[in-house]
């Protein structure tokens, strides 16, 4: 099933954070996933789209966020992190046990627990620890 993409002004992916063993390979995030790109950091993983899905009982909030990864993450412990600014909206648990498939895999981050809307953040940031 192919998700749609959301086009969020201002979005700006901000780094996955790594720690642990020499787990930062590449950092590479193509500008033109997200309309309004302002920046991109990405360590860890090489993050090649994003999807946004809407939350089944209103379509203005997320239900979750797909990373695609061309790195294997899979073990991995990943979660995203929403903010609006510096303030963080919230953070979510990512299930990074996909399968790595002709060097693809997604990194699914479910955020219908809280849904926040779609307008509440400006700062979307992934990260994948070993």
């Not at 086009?7 to 992916?13: D, E, F, Q, S, Y």
């Amino acid at each position: 099933m192919r998700r749609s993409h959301v086009v969020l002004t201002g979005i700006a992916v901000a780094g996955a954070a790594v720690t642990g063993s020499a787990f930062t390979a590449a950092n590479v995030m193509p500008s033109t996933t997200v309309a309004g790109y302002g920046q991109t950091s990405v360590t860890g993983a090489t993050v090649t789209d994003i999807d946004f899905l809407p939350y089944t009982a209103d379509n203005t909030d997320v239900g979750s966020v797909t990373f695609n990864s061309s790195t294997n993450v899979g073990g991995k412990t990943a979660s995203l992190t929403l903010k609006q600014g510096t303030t963080v909206i919230g953070t979510f648990t990512c299930d990074t046990t996909g399968a790595y498939n002709l060097g693809t895999m997604d990194i699914v981050c479910d955020a219908s627990s809280t849904h926040p809307d779609f307008d509440s953040f400006n700062f979307v940031g992934l990260t994948v620890l070993d």
